[in-house]
């Protein structure tokens, strides 16, 4: 071809065309995984064994026991296009199984090598099928239990560009888990069990029971402690039933990855429903803390379009805003009846009145449990940590401020040459803790501290997985884990600084701070953990502190790189200008 010139328009060719449409369904080990149990899934299968090698990159096999397809009928699956579940244009308005686009078999077929192995019940013998590349290889009678059994291995071997573009094995693994162990929760009643390179990671109990799933996936502490959806009559006439479980505001995670949606049986993104979970929890949580929930929307098929995304991960409601209202209702109501004790954790926002008086209250209380923070605070005598000079005008050094006193035992009101500062003595001390932190990590000097006995812990699959694959990083924070496999850990030693936190919740506040960061590479991952530990360790608000802390405090703030804001990027000053107070007392003037 000559540059400029353009080629002639053609019909692409079929295989060209099949691995473009390939692409948009499978995307990744996971899709495969996804498509396949799905199909066992409409094939009303009740046991489904996953097994996965070397994060789907080396093969992933999935049997079932369910209908089988019929001899005659296994080479027509894999045709593009093809399905036994819709017939008409009029059907799409009402999908009742998860599969309807005839795409996926074509589509695996088309990017791997795929053995098919089936058997339908009202057959006497079964059909084995070989593809490469989406060409029929060899076709066979064979002999099974009724059932099927897909094998797909060496995903995208003729797509090197892809191969080369999947990630570690781990977050593939990860993947997988965290899609596997949602629709474990939305089939209670199916048998699902996963194996990774041989060793069962996950299997549900089939029970029927949600709650026993829960338990499988997140232990029994968790597990045990999500409050079930409280079922709601008059939604229910409105069209959309909404069950599952909601955590009470006690328990909550760092990011929104652990609220899982299901429309219709189907595993959904929707980050509109996905903020009506939020929303209920309205005042309940503490700033930039997540619900986990389950939640399972039924409504008539006709009130959501499923086509509207290959993967089908997608979809929209007829009426959105009801959905919407649905589901933030039932998770409200849930926790008005249910939660233990509603506002515990909740810290007032109205301020200052409020916050005063709840401060008296607690006074006590909270100087009885003073450990000593202060601890926590480096020494002063270390130096200027090495960190690169200021980037931008937020990281302006602080002139040296004088502590005037504390209010609603939250804020230290402080005084400089430019006027009044309110600091947020959490986020402040966060700021301090952070930067001290990374400082010692580039000297390989962060603080361990062994635990007095080392402790095993049953994470979520999905956790143990994120830790696992970033053990060299949590060490260089202070962690000392050991992976046991099946979602152990034993801990051995925690950052100094949360040694005397639970390590569940350590550990359970560093995975979830890696699974936002979808890059686990270098830097970030530690400065991503260790923003999570120091926000642990960080002092309280609702902390009363002698006018001796408070100055120990706005000494290392003052210190710091970047004292205006927190490592999450939060103000942790707001400046009163001398002007600002002037012109508020009507001081200004010729
Ligand atoms: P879809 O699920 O959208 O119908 P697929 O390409 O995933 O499209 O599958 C094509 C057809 O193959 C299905 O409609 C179904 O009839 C048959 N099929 C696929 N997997 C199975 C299975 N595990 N058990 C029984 N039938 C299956
Ligand atoms: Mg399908």
Request: charged share 25%; proline share 7%.
């Amino acid at each position: 071809m000559i540059a400029g010139i353009p080629m002639s328009i053609q019909i692409l060719p079929e295989e060209v065309a099949s691995q473009i449409a390939a692409g948009e369904v499978v995307e990744r080990p996971s899709s495969v995984v996804k498509e396949l149990v799905e199909n066992s899934i409409d094939a009303g299968a009740s046991d489904i064994r996953v097994e996965v090698r070397e994060g789907g990159k080396g093969s992933i096999r999935v049997v079932d026991d369910g209908s089988g397809v019929p001899a005659d009928q296994v080479e027509l699956a894999f045709e593009r296009h093809s399905t036994s579940k819709l017939r008409s244009s009029d059907d799409l308005e009402r999908i009742t199984t998860l599969g309807f686009r005839g795409e996926a078999l074509a589509a695996i077929a088309a990017v791997s090598r795929l053995t098919f192995t089936t058997r339908s019940a009202a057959e006497p013998a079964g059909t084995v099928l070989r593809l490469e590349g989406g060409k029929v290889i060899r076709s066979e009678e064979t002999g099974r239990p009724p059932g099927t059994t897909v094998e797909v291995e060496d995903l995208f071997f003729n797509l090197p560009a892809r191969r080369k573009f999947l990630r570690t094995e781990r977050t593939e693994r990860r993947h997988i888990d965290s899609w596997l162990t949602s629709y474990a929760m939305a089939y209670p009643g199916l048998r699902l069990t996963l194996y990774h390179d041989g060793e069962m990671a996950f299997q549900s109990p089939g029970s029927g029971h949600l709650r026993d799933v829960l338990v499988a996936v997140y232990g029994l502490e968790v597990g045990g402690a999500l409050l079930e959806i409280v079922p709601d009559e008059a939604q229910a006439m409105d069209g959309a039933r909404v069950a599952g479980f909601v955590s009470p505001p006690s328990l909550h995670r760092a990011n929104r990855s652990y609220i899982t949606l299901f429309v219709n049986g189907r595993w959904v993104r929707d980050t509109r429903l996905t903020y009506a979970v939020i929303q209920a929890y309205h005042t309940l949580l503490p700033g930039g803390r997540y619900p986990l929930a389950v939640v399972l929307v039924s409504l008539p098929a006709a009130g959501v379009d499923v086509n509207v995304h290959p993967a089908k991960a997608e979809i929209r409601f007829k009426d959105g805003d009801a959905v919407f209202r649905a589901v933030q209702r039932a998770a409200r109501a849930t926790l008005l009846a249910r939660s233990p004790v509603p506002m515990a954790t909740h810290l007032p926002s109205a301020w200052p009145g409020q916050a005063t008086t709840w401060a008296g209250q607690r006074r006590e209380q909270l100087v009885a449990a003073g450990a000593a923070w202060t601890d926590r605070l480096p020494a002063l005598d270390h130096g200027q940590p090495d960190l690169p000079p200021p980037a931008d005008a937020r990281a302006r050094p602080l002139p040296p401020l004088r502590v005037v006193g504390q209010l609603g035992a939250t804020y230290i009101v402080a005084e400089g040459p430019e006027g009044m500062y309110l600091v947020d003595q959490h986020a402040a001390h966060e700021r301090v803790l952070f930067e001290r932190m990374l400082a010692d990590r580039v000297k390989a000097e962060v603080a361990s501290q062994a635990l007095l006995e080392a402790k095993t812990l049953d994470l979520p699959p999905e956790s143990a997985g994120l830790l696992e694959e970033n053990l060299q990083a949590l060490l260089a924070l202070g962690f000392d884990l050991e992976p046991f496999g099946r979602g152990t850990l034993l801990v051995r030693a925690l950052p100094a600084l949360v040694a005397e936190e639970d390590p569940r919740q350590v550990l359970e506040d560093a995975a979830a701070a890696l699974a936002v960061d979808d890059r686990p590479l270098g830097e970030r991952v530690e400065e991503t953990v260790a923003r999570q530990v120091c926000k642990r360790a960080a002092v309280k608000a609702g902390k009363v502190l002698s006018h001796e802390e408070m100055r120990e405090l706005i000494a290392q703030l003052e210190r710091c790189t970047s004292p205006r804001t927190c490592p999450h990027g939060r103000p942790t000053m707001i400046h009163l200008s001398v002007d600002q107070l002037a012109r508020q007392f009507g001081r200004e003037g010729p």
